[in-house]
């Protein structure tokens, strides 16, 4: 009862954070930039010494745009020392672990503090006043996830469920689906809970409306379909507005900061909600690129206290607006986003495995830091791994046979295992984890 009435708290405060004028958004922001900053420096070694050894002191941060002169935190740093940016003010036992899917190809832990985890649940609020606009109530309404077992999604609610309490009246009529199940399965699910809102990977959702489309497969009509994760193929998107007329957004979230940003119905960009994550975007020399311009999606998480993240690059690439969208709203923008873009692995017989059911199979097998998948043919498979130096090689492969035969069922593939001391990014500088060389004649899934 007590996080249940500190939510409501939270959603009573946030509710006019997206309607504030400029200037007012700005000073919170700012108030909390150099609250973070000065607990950083406090409890959490990383940013204490980078600060001390760049000279700098909590005095010289006036606000959020002065984050960039912290280091530029990689996915592979946080991956290798977590406990560097832990603070000393939690323990493991005290915050809510997450571990992140490896898309990155890093995997990577991270803790949450009990009150940020509820703030970023009070701010779910305002991408459900997005979804009420299409189902006409911000409650109640039935919702299809496409969510993995382990996922953070799934962590979370758990999280949620064991600390506070909400009424059911209120939370939506939600079905799961397995992005591991066949796409048959998934159209059964659809069109037998017929919900309102369907929500998943982008990649995932695109397929399979597409794959009911080629095959002619009836398949229920949602008033609108939210995918976030990654990106949905923009032929996908096409035919799912243009052929089926459901409408198509997005929202931006990772196990770093939870609920990024997200798209209204104006659909002109991704509302940030800047009174939780600072975004900027940098060029390669970590600078602050002008509006309009492409570069390296860097966040600072202005709510965790647990695992402190400032100056950290997501892995994806998108560019700030120098608008406001016209819908009222005077949150900052960001004016489009590339996201990662990661294969399926193709399954014989034409069936498709999503990169999220495979990679949290293959995470759990100790020792394993980061991997790359490439699919040369339907049967034949390479993985790029780097593990621990003290891991017995042997002993590792037969452990990532059994994840893998656990994520892909009984397939008969011809898998060489390497191990390697890094993994290249490819151009741009973006990580693939998965990579397919296989082109199906029939659309995935026949």
């Not at 206290?305 to 100056?311: E, G, K, S």
Request: charge should be positive.
């Amino acid at each position: 009862m007590y996080w249940a009435a500190r939510t409501a708290g939270y959603v009573a405060a946030q509710r006019r954070v997206p309607y504030l004028k400029p200037e007012q958004l700005r000073r919170l922001c700012d108030a909390r930039a150099r609250s973070m900053v000065d607990h950083a420096w406090r409890t959490v070694p990383f940013y204490r010494r980078a600060m001390q050894e760049r000279g700098l002191e909590p005095r010289h941060f006036h606000g959020v745009s002065d984050l960039g002169l912290l280091p530029v935190v990689h996915g592979r740093d946080l991956a290798d020392r977590p406990e560097h940016f832990l603070s000393s003010a939690y323990t493991p036992d005290n915050t809510l672990e997450l571990l992140t899917s490896g898309s990155t190809g890093h995997s990577k832990r991270i803790h949450w503090d009990k009150a940020a985890v509820f703030q970023a649940h009070a701010a779910g609020l305002r991408h459900r006043e997005v979804l009420a606009g299409f189902t006409g109530q911000r409650s109640g309404y039935r919702l299809l996830m496409v969510n993995s077992a382990g996922s953070t999604n799934s962590d979370v609610r758990e999280f949620h469920q064991r600390h506070s309490w909400v009424p059911t009246v209120v939370d939506p009529q939600t079905v799961y689906v397995s992005p591991r199940e066949p796409f048959e399965q998934a159209v059964q699910a659809i069109n037998a809970h017929r919900p309102e809102v369907v929500r998943g990977f982008g990649a995932y959702l695109g397929a399979i409306y597409r794959w009911a489309w080629s095959g002619g497969y009836p398949i229920h009509l949602p008033k609108v379909i939210c995918f976030g994760g990654e990106h949905m193929h923009e032929a996908d998107r096409q035919l799912i507005e243009s052929v089926y007329g459901v409408p198509v957004i997005t929202s931006y979230q990772s196990c770093e900061a939870m609920r990024m940003a997200f798209q209204c119905k104006r659909g002109s960009g991704l509302h940030i909600s800047a009174d939780q994550t600072h975004i900027r975007v940098a060029g390669p020399d970590g600078h602050t690129l002008p509006d309009g311009e492409t570069g390296r999606v860097l966040m600072s998480n202005l709510v965790n206290r647990a695992t402190v993240l400032l100056n950290y690059d997501l892995g994806d690439r998108g560019a700030m607006s120098p608008e406001f969208c016209d819908c009222g709203r005077t949150l900052p923008m960001l004016e489009r986003l590339e996201g990662r873009d990661n294969d399926f692995v193709i399954l014989p017989g034409g069936q498709v495995a999503h990169g999220s059911a495979v990679l949290s199979q293959l995470y759990r097998v100790p020792g394993l830091l980061r991997l790359q998948f490439i699919q040369h043919s339907h049967r034949e498979l390479e993985v790029k791994v780097v593990c621990n130096d003290d891991v017995d090689w042997n002993e590792m492969q037969r452990g990532l046979d059994k994840a893998l035969t656990r994520a892909l069922g009984p397939h008969s593939f011809a898998v060489t295992w390497r191990r390697v001391k890094r993994i290249e990014p490819g151009p741009g500088g973006k990580y693939k984890c998965m990579i397919s060389r296989v082109r199906p004649d029939t659309p995935p899934g026949r």
